[in-house]
């Protein structure tokens, strides 16, 4: 989420073996002089043993000089699934609004001076704290610190072995993120190993503990948060070892807006390895934000990739909030309880051969900007 577009563009990504991560790019950028610019961060833990699942996101905003304050310029928001006794289980969010004289933010223990290179191990550290309320993350290498108390509820949390997106440093987008495109998004990793969590309610005294998960990890920086946007992302602990993310919507710049996407498919067990980007590929999408659902084809000269995303209506949060050039506003919805269908084809003289399925349960899917049903989150 941060939750949520998380780019300019849509992609699919099942991971397929584990790399060393030496992208410094999840580092945190120089903030620029003058706004719109945004930065954020978005972890989800899959716990394994509970089949449960908790998500973590923070960041900052320097606004438009121009444009009206919408909202806190330092945010953070712990989500959690609450569950019924029937079993119906909903997102929902523990959120911390903080000025940003709350924040500091360092790399190598020094405050930021140059933007992030591609090659270099992250080792920064993002905290906030206004007295009573706050928290910080901790990255150096391949190991993640962190420890969040927002309203009556403290995430702590530890994480090794990231597996990076790619070696060269460039996530998904690719040479695409040496572009000043107006949104960036970089997946540290996919499938990170939990060490261990622990989630406490103050108030109830109800704590949660694991230690057997996997983390999805990721950032992005850029004006502001699309008009639409879709996200989603999920991970089967089975013999596959197959994680997969997806997220996309309508990018603007000076003259047109227009919809596109990164996608990839990857999986281990047999040996499948895909990747796609705008200048390779054509993806046809049908985007229901009422329904709860997500169709998407994606063909390119040798494979063709079909996507189908479903969650039900009741496991959806209220609006929950992301960066806009006015700061953080309410403005999307997720579940952490869809069900995500992958089937990847190979083209052949006659038609395609079949060579993988993939079915994911407790997947995330989230729906932004005017894509939430009835532009619900418009306004508020």
């Known amino acids: 989420m941060m939750g949520v577009l998380k ?30 610019f945004f930065e954020g961060w978005y972890l989800r833990i899959t716990d394994v043993n509970k089949g449960d699942s908790i998500g973590l996101l923070f960041g ?16 953070a928001s712990i989500l959690r699934r609450e569950c019924t006794s029937y079993g119906t289980c909903r997102l929902v969010s523990v959120n911390g609004k903080f000025n940003t004289s709350d924040l500091s933010i360092t790399v190598k223990g020094q405050d930021v001076s140059v933007d992030p290179d591609m090659t270099s191990p992250s080792n920064f550290r993002w905290q ?63 499938r990170s190993n939990l060490v261990e969590y622990e989630l406490q309610n103050l108030t109830s005294g109800a704590v949660t503990r694991g230690s057997n998960g996997l983390v999805h990890m990721e950032k992005n920086w850029g004006k502001s948060f699309p008009k639409k946007w879709i996200w ?24 047109v807006s227009m919809d596109a996407y990164l996608i990839g498919y990857r999986n281990p067990s047999i040996d ?30 040798r494979y063709r990739v079909q996507i189908n995303l479903t969650g039900r209506n009741e496991t959806y949060s209220s609006c929950l909030y992301g960066p806009e050039v006015g700061g953080f506003r309410r403005s999307c919805v997720e579940s952490y309880d869809a069900t995500a269908y992958i089937e990847v084809s190979k083209r052949q003289l006659f038609g395609y051969t079949t060579l993988d399925k993939q079915t994911f349960q407790g997947a995330a899917l989230e729906f932004g900007g005017t894509n939430v049903c009835g532009n619900a989150c418009s306004g508020i």
């Open 7 to 36: 780019l300019p563009y849509a992609f699919v990504l099942v991971l397929c073996c584990a790399q060393m991560s030496e992208s410094s790019l999840y580092d945190p950028h120089l903030i620029p002089e003058e706004g719109p």
């Open 60 to 75: 900052n905003v320097l606004p438009d000089s121009q444009a009206t304050l919408t909202g806190p310029l330092v945010f």
């Open 128 to 190: 906030v704290n206004d007295g009573d309320h706050g928290g910080y993350l901790d990255q150096k290498g391949n190991d993640t610190s962190a420890v969040f108390k927002l309203e009556d509820i403290v995430l702590s949390l530890k994480i090794n072995k990231p597996y990076a997106w790619n070696k060269q440093g460039t996530g998904p987008e690719g040479y695409l993120a040496h572009l000043p495109l107006p949104l960036h998004w970089f997946v540290f990793s996919l």
């Open 232 to 255: 989603s992302e999920g991970v089967l602990s089975d013999g596959t070892n197959a994680s997969f993310a997806l997220s996309g919507g309508q990018v603007d710049f000076s003259v």
């Open 272 to 301: 499948l390895d895909l990747s796609f980007n705008p200048t390779d590929s054509v993806v046809s999408a049908n985007v229901s934000g009422c329904s709860g659902s997500v169709q998407l084809t994606i063909n390119s000269l």
